[in-house]
């Protein structure tokens, strides 16, 4: 079983839609979640940050963790074309100096 | 403002002859990685700097190598390009003992002719 599984995709919605990203991971140990988008041919770009159970909300995005079930989200509310990009789920191993452990990424297309 | 910024953009190089890639950061994070990210998948981590403490992954081939001058600089040494090896490399920071989120600079697209 991979650490953190995410799938591919690709994932396609109308502007203006909800779009739930997934990952799930496999350490309970794991502590520090992240949510990265990476345009194409361009580096990943960090979006959302968090080490607890519960949401974070940040404008259009939320992330939301459930550390029972080993289940991160980001949401996407009102979809627009400019958030087309492939999407990465990132844990952080806290105790492997800080080593990044990734999910395949979701690529997303968002269609005007 | 960019934090991480990688030389060149994009580098085209021949077969077997040596190539480094630069990475500089203005954050003064103690933590550099280098990733090494194929079309379509996940960024593999190649080695990392704790400080001055290398910090190879097991299955990095030998051809691949790195430098760490100062804090800010860092470098990533292709000994013998492949074409296997013709990928988007990026250079990433972290602050260990503080928040820990990466910061990416944009990537070095490598072409193996």
């Known amino acids: 079983q991979k650490e953190v599984e995410q799938d591919p995709g690709p994932l396609s919605v109308p502007e203006g839609a909800i779009v739930s990203l997934n990952c799930t991971y496999s350490n309970s140990a794991f502590q520090y979640f992240m949510w990265y988008r990476q345009y194409s041919r ?12 519960g949401n974070k909300e940040d404008g259009r995005f939320t992330a939301q963790v459930d550390k029972s079930s080993k289940y991160i989200s980001l949401f996407i509310r009102d979809s627009q074309p400019s958030d087309s990009a492939t999407y990465l789920c990132a844990i952080v191993n806290a105790g492997n100096n800080r080593k990044l452990i990734w999910g395949l990424g979701t690529s997303l297309a968002v269609n005007p | 403002d960019a934090m991480v910024i990688q030389n060149p953009r994009y580098q085209v190089t021949q077969f077997g002859k040596p190539v480094t890639l630069s990475c500089s950061q203005t954050l003064n994070h103690n933590v550099m990685y280098w990733y090494q990210q194929k079309s379509s998948q996940a960024p593999k981590l190649l080695f990392h700097y704790y400080d001055k403490d290398f910090n190879n992954e ?15 600089f860092c470098f990533l040494d292709i000994r013998s390009p492949g074409l296997g090896d013709a990928a988007m490399y990026l250079c990433a920071t972290t602050l260990a003992g503080g928040g820990t989120e990466a910061f990416f600079g944009q990537g070095t697209r490598l072409t193996v002719v």
């Not at chain 1, 361009?42 to 159970?53: H, I, V």
């Open chain 1, 42 to 53: 361009k580096g990943p770009e960090l979006l959302m940050y968090t080490y607890s159970s």
């Open chain 2, 58 to 72: 097991a299955d990095t081939p030998d051809n691949f190598q790195s430098r760490r001058p100062n804090t800010s």
